[in-house]
């Protein structure tokens, strides 16, 4: 009897066989050209999914795939976590969008749309508030209409201690700053606080120190309350490639490096020049280095490297060196 695939399986059967390894030798009879076993290529009542199975727990992330099993159940609907609006506000009058020449004194705002994408990967809604001016009414302003409207807030720019590094003073006048500066570099100016219950994020204008602070402090606590159990990047140990040296300053220091993995496991070096406006660094950077205060780790030694991607390149000659690269 020819049936199709997925339909039930005919009363007194017990076996299919694919129609590609038959044939028709008349009207009324079938030729078989494989082995047929008992309960071949048929699938039981509940082979994907039971009764009582938990399919899903709280803070699985449900993807393409998860959406098909819901669907293959009658699953319509479920309770999810919404996704966090994050207003980001970059803060300067220096700053400019867009092209055309810069004006003496001008710089452009990188720090903004970087800070947008990584809201977004951190698996928020991100919202362009664009650039607020040093001025602190306005400012103040800016900040009670985000922190009314939106679940957190992020800026860059203005938390150092500059004579226009107004969001510290905003921040503590209508709200509660809560810490203004981590013994970490890059990043050690960092203002957090909240306005009411609003969480806000005042991170460096360098850019790779804004980078960076976002990473440790603002993404972690945006993913938990996206719903999240997984907050930190993965910590993996890394053989330096060459000398990674500092100085003692009592500060943690975050190296951006390139990430290799071969067959003895991860390699790490630096992925170009370490001052925190080099943002090409960071860009071309797959890791960052935990580097204590101390004399820093010597080529051979073993570093503590955060991932920021598990996308690696592959050393040649390695078993992975054939891979694709993404």
């Not at 809604?125 to 602190?136: K, S, V």
């Not at 067959?263 to 204590?292: D, K, W």
Request: hydrophobic content about 45%.
């Amino acid at each position: 009897m020819r049936i199709m695939t997925g339909a039930p399986i005919p009363d007194g059967a017990d076996s299919i066989i694919p129609v590609e390894r038959t044939s028709r030798d008349c009207a009324t009879r079938v030729q078989v050209h494989a082995e047929v076993k008992l309960n071949d290529h048929i699938r039981p009542v509940g082979g994907d999914v039971l009764p009582g199975d938990a399919v899903f727990a709280q803070g699985d992330v449900l993807g393409p795939a998860s959406i098909g099993v819901l669907s293959s159940l009658a699953v319509s609907s479920v309770r999810v976590y919404p996704r966090p609006r994050v207003a980001v506000i970059s803060t300067g009058d220096e700053l400019v969008e867009g092209g055309g020449a810069l004006a003496p004194g001008q710089i452009r705002d990188s720090n903004r749309p970087m800070l947008l994408a990584m809201v977004t990967d951190a698996g928020c809604e991100a919202i362009d508030l664009g650039i607020a001016r040093d001025d602190e009414s306005a400012l103040e302003e800016a900040l009670l209409d985000a922190a009314d409207k939106y679940d957190a807030i992020v800026t860059s720019g203005g938390v150092s201690v500059g004579d226009y590094d107004v969001v510290k003073a905003v921040l503590a006048r209508i709200g509660v700053l809560v810490w203004s500066q981590v013994a970490i570099k890059p990043a050690k100016p960092l203002a957090f606080g909240v306005i009411g219950s609003t969480p806000i994020y005042g991170l460096p204008g360098n850019p790779v120190s804004s980078n960076i602070s976002f990473e440790l402090f603002a993404r972690p606590a945006l993913r938990a309350m996206a719903g999240h159990t997984v907050l930190e990047r993965p910590v993996v140990d890394a053989v330096a490639t060459a000398d990674f040296g500092r100085r003692s300053d009592g500060k943690i220091h975050f190296d951006r490096v390139t990430v290799s993995l071969g067959a003895a496991g991860f390699t790490a070096e630096r992925s170009g020049g370490q001052g925190s406006n080099v943002l090409s660094a960071m860009a071309h950077a797959n890791g960052l280095a935990i580097l204590p205060d101390g004399d820093g780790v010597e080529a051979g030694g073993s570093l503590r490297v955060m991932l920021l991607t598990d996308h690696f390149s592959y050393p040649e000659g390695s078993e992975f060196s054939g891979a694709p690269r993404t």
